[in-house]
């Protein structure tokens, strides 16, 4: 068990400095948020990440005890590629989260880097690398078409956050991930429309309920 939580604190690590290194990136695109909010995005990571071992690392290490885990698994852990990237995904996600909270943008540069990490995920994984194309494609037109329908109240970075994300979900992901991105929207929207925090006419942010909606349908 000791060794687990060994594994799981330098994942933390590299979480945190992963942060902190995109919060230098980003106030380079001009996009800077205080230490308070960059609190929340790690927290937020925190608890992906520990859904992440709940429902990634732990099953791996299920037909063995726990105590006789050698520093040699940990490091296997830690050196797997599809492991890394979905470290750095989780980073990208609540940073393109936090910067649509606060902007109602989200960065070509983080979308690029969301595609390239579901393309390399993808073709990681032989058997469904059709069905991940398939899935981006299907979302990307879905929401560009939403896009054009709502008049720019569903902005150009969520259809591209989408096409990224589907590359991750594959088909089978497509409607979870449509129907939790959506109700999540409208039940907060209802909230801060009761609480008078909102108008009818004001701008919701998409991203943050798309990257909600993709770890829901992703640990579910």
Do not use: C
Not at 6 to 23: E, M, R, T
Not at 49 to 68: E, G, M, T
Request: hydrophobic share 60%.
């Amino acid at each position: 068990m000791a060794k687990l939580l060994f594994l799981f604190l330098v994942s933390l690590a590299v979480v945190v400095g992963l942060h902190k290194a995109f919060y230098a990136w980003s106030r380079k695109l001009s996009y800077s948020y205080e230490w308070a909010q960059q609190s929340w995005a790690l927290l937020v990571s925190g608890v992906i990440l520990i859904f992440l071992f709940d429902r990634w690392v732990l099953p791996v290490f299920q037909p063995q005890a726990l105590h006789s885990l050698t520093w040699g698994d940990m490091f296997r852990v830690l050196v797997d590629p599809s492991f890394l990237a979905f470290l750095v995904l989780v980073v990208v996600l609540t940073t393109i989260s936090l910067i649509d909270y606060l902007y109602y943008e989200i960065p070509n540069e983080y979308n690029a880097l969301v595609f390239v990490l579901g393309l390399a995920w993808a073709f990681s994984r032989s058997s469904s690398w059709g069905q991940a194309l398939l899935a981006s494609l299907v979302l990307f037109g879905l929401f560009f078409v939403l896009m054009v329908l709502t008049k720019g109240q569903l902005g150009a970075g969520d259809v591209k956050l989408v096409a990224g994300l589907g590359l991750f979900l594959g088909t089978s992901g497509i409607l979870p991930f449509f129907v939790y991105s959506f109700l999540l929207a409208a039940l907060v929207s209802v909230f801060l429309l009761m609480a008078k925090k909102k108008k009818r006419t004001d701008r919701l942010p998409f991203g943050p309920f798309l990257v909600a909606g993709f770890f829901l349908v992703f640990f579910g």
